[in-house]
């Protein structure tokens, strides 16, 4: 989105005779006229991607079976919470800021995207701490990760996490005003009513960007930390394996070609009747993948995981340090969408003239386009997910390089 330029008000300037741009009354800046069409296109670029894409990442999910994994089941459930954010959110507030800031949708629909939008956007910065401690849990846990992190187990902790969402500003929302027994929100404008309690706005800050962005800091240090600590073992293990590997071809080799009297005559003859070409072997190799894992698009570039386990070792390192590398841009965007929005909001609370309003909605929107984003950064980090949504949208195929051999 286009920042907002802005013109101050002179002193000598009437206004009556100023009709090339609009003035805020609130603030006394002026406007030039070109700037609520840029806003207006630039929100709706926001919107439309926000909405198709997180449609386009429900939609493979549910059609590919490949696609559903524990750890692509958090992505899934992120993915509805942008979605609503998209869809509800930035929609209605589209509208609500190129009225000039006018709410005309009423008191009672002002609370329902009220709870949507807090609650959404506290269950995207949940569902980001669960995909950081999915990836550390899989690390220490290797081959017990698949027995202990179930679908069912996921499916307990995103629930609990919606559970905790709604608990917490459905009510504050709702009844804050009937508590207080006075609103603090103009007629025309739609806002919760604790965006004025300085506390209670710290304290959301503090559990939603402060805590957030420790832990996940934390969570992927400790990612890292793990996939430098088997990298540094990785070429000893490769060297004991491959030593390994090496004997037992090599007695396979022994016993399939053990040379026999006619054999020996003809070893005479030739020097290489006894080694088996690479070639053959290789294909044989990449056969039996393929019976044993239908649809392998890597069989013929590699050897078979079950008969090779240096290359077996080599791609999990790989996948590993490509989801640590996902997940580290994912909490990157989170940080630079969340904190200026958190800390306008905590100055605002503090008093009303400390950010201009301008400002301050391009940090919203700013937040919002976060869930623009995040459907784009799972297709570029997963192929599966590419390839599904170059299915659904076609155009797509024409925006995507190709992929490198």
């Known amino acids: 989105m286009a920042t907002t330029q802005i013109f101050f008000k002179p002193d000598n300037l009437s206004l009556t005779t100023s009709t090339a741009a609009t003035v805020d009354e609130v603030d006394e800046w002026y406007i030039p006229p070109w700037v609520p069409g840029v806003a207006g296109v630039g929100m709706s670029v926001l919107i439309l991607l926000a ?85 550390v849990i899989l690390l220490r846990n290797g081959a017990e990760y698949i027995a202990k992190e179930t679908k069912k187990v996921a499916m307990v902790k995103i629930s609990i996490a919606w559970v905790v969402v709604f608990g917490i500003y459905g009510p504050c929302v709702v009844f804050w005003d009937i508590v207080k027994g006075h609103s603090v929100i103009e007629n025309d404008n739609c806002d919760a009513e604790f965006i004025k309690d300085l506390h209670f706005t710290l304290i959301t800050s503090i559990f939603e960007m402060t805590i957030p962005f420790i832990a996940l800091s934390c969570l992927n240090l400790l990612v890292f930390v793990a996939i430098r600590k088997r990298l540094r073992v990785f070429p000893k293990e490769i060297s004991l394996t491959r030593v390994r590997y090496d004997r037992t071809q090599h007695k396979e080799d022994q016993s399939k070609t053990k040379p026999d009297s006619k054999t020996y005559e003809a070893g005479s003859k030739s020097e290489h009747t006894d080694i088996r070409p690479i070639s053959s072997t290789l294909q044989k190799e990449t056969q039996l993948c393929k019976t044993q894992h239908c649809g392998c698009d890597d069989c013929s570039r590699i050897r078979c995981r079950s008969t090779n386990p240096i290359s077996m070792k080599q791609t999990t390192a790989r996948k590993d340090l490509k989801a640590a590398r996902s997940l580290a841009v994912l909490v990157i965007t989170f940080f630079i969408c969340w904190a200026p929005y958190t800390i306008a909001t905590v100055a605002t609370s503090q008093c009303d003239g400390c950010l201009n309003r301008h400002v301050y909605e391009f940090f919203t929107w700013l937040l919002w386009a976060k869930s623009s984003i995040n459907p784009f950064l799972y297709a570029s980090q997963s192929k599966r997910f590419k390839e599904n949504f170059i299915k659904l949208l076609p155009i797509l195929k024409f925006c995507t390089p190709k992929d490198r051999e």
């Open 51 to 135: 909405v198709v894409g997180n449609l386009l990442v429900i939609i493979s999910y549910f059609r590919d079976k490949q696609l559903q994994t524990v750890h692509n089941l958090y992505i899934l459930n992120l993915a509805i919470a942008d979605l609503f954010l998209g869809a509800i959110s930035m929609i209605f507030y589209a509208d609500f800021t190129l009225r000039s800031w006018n709410w005309v949708f009423g008191r009672v629909f002002c609370k329902i995207w009220c709870v949507n939008d807090y609650s959404m956007c506290l269950m995207s910065v949940l569902l980001i701490l669960l995909l950081s401690l999915d990836r």
